[in-house]
Nanobody
Framework: VQLQASGGGLMQAGGSLSVSCAAS????????IGWFRQAPGKEREFVAGISRSAGTTQYGDSVKGRFAISRDNAKNTVYLQMNNLKPEDTAVYYC?????????????????WGQGTLVTVSS
């Protein structure tokens, strides 16, 4: 089982960035996928989640209206489009997979985790 997050980088506040998560080694379309982030010295935070067929999405309060999650089951990939970035969005972003039918906002519900990609937003 592997989840490979990529696309992180350095951006200025107000800019946009898309990160992706490529999955392999399991039946991707059978899993709900979540994005979490963790900033230095802070707890891991739920960012967004998308159900197996993309029928349900969920967002953390701090990113609602700015971030959008999507998935392509044919490519075994989930995307997180981040717009109007703020310095407080700076964190390592992780993707994770759960067998639950809908997104779960707590990290304990996820069985598989990727290695993370760093997003840095400068003011």
């Amino acid at each position: 089982v592997q989840l490979q997050a990529s696309g992180g980088g350095l951006m200025q506040a107000g800019g946009s960035l898309s990160v992706s998560c490529a999955a392999s080694g399991f039946t991707f379309r059978s899993y709900t996928i979540g994005w979490f982030r963790q900033a230095p010295g802070k707890e891991r935070e739920f960012v967004a989640g998308i159900s197996r067929s993309a029928g349900t999405t969920q967002y953390g309060d701090s990113v609602k209206g700015r971030f959008a999650i999507s998935r392509d089951n044919a490519k075994n990939t989930v995307y997180l489009q981040m717009n109007n970035l703020k310095p407080e969005d700076t964190a390592v972003y992780y993707c994770a997979a759960t067998g639950a039918g809908i997104p779960i906002s707590t990290s304990q519900g996820y069985a598989y985790w990727g290695q993370g990609t760093l997003v840095t937003v400068s003011s």
